[in-house]
Nanobody, 117 residues
Framework: QVQLVESGGGSVQAGGSLRLSCAASGSTYSVYTIRWFRQAPGKAREVVATISTDGTATYADSVKGRFTISKDNAKNSLYLQMNSLKPQDTGMYYC???????????WGQGTQVTVSS
């Protein structure tokens, strides 16, 4: 069982930065693939970034070069550094943990990011 709690969301103007955090309890991050998702009002949920157990990171094309996913296994924490934010980055951001064969079954409650133009 893993409990995830996101923080760090807020309102920012276009071009600004935010750093999202996801703290885990109940288990260690090191055995899970961790993913950030986002969902804008009226739109489908989309994958933003993923970090695997070996630290390999992948990103959605829309955020490549602007967002950086990282983790600190010792602190059971995951981060999403978001730079050069755009209004289209607005949405609820969720972190999720999963393992092969089980999918992403552990989710946080989400943190809202609002980017104004």
């Amino acid at each position: 069982q893993v409990q995830l709690v996101e923080s760090g969301g807020g309102s920012v103007q276009a071009g600004g930065s935010l750093r999202l955090s996801c703290a885990a309890s109940g288990s260690t991050y090191s055995v899970y693939t961790i993913r950030w998702f986002r969902q804008a009002p009226g739109k489908a949920r989309e994958v933003v970034a993923t970090i695997s157990t070996d630290g390999t990171a992948t990103y959605a094309d829309s955020v490549k070069g602007r967002f950086t996913i990282s983790k600190d296994n010792a602190k059971n924490s995951l981060y999403l550094q978001m730079n050069s934010l755009k209004p289209q980055d607005t949405g609820m951001y969720y972190c999720a943990a999963g393992r092969p064969g089980m999918g992403f079954i552990y989710w946080g409650q989400g943190t809202q990011v609002t980017v104004s133009s």
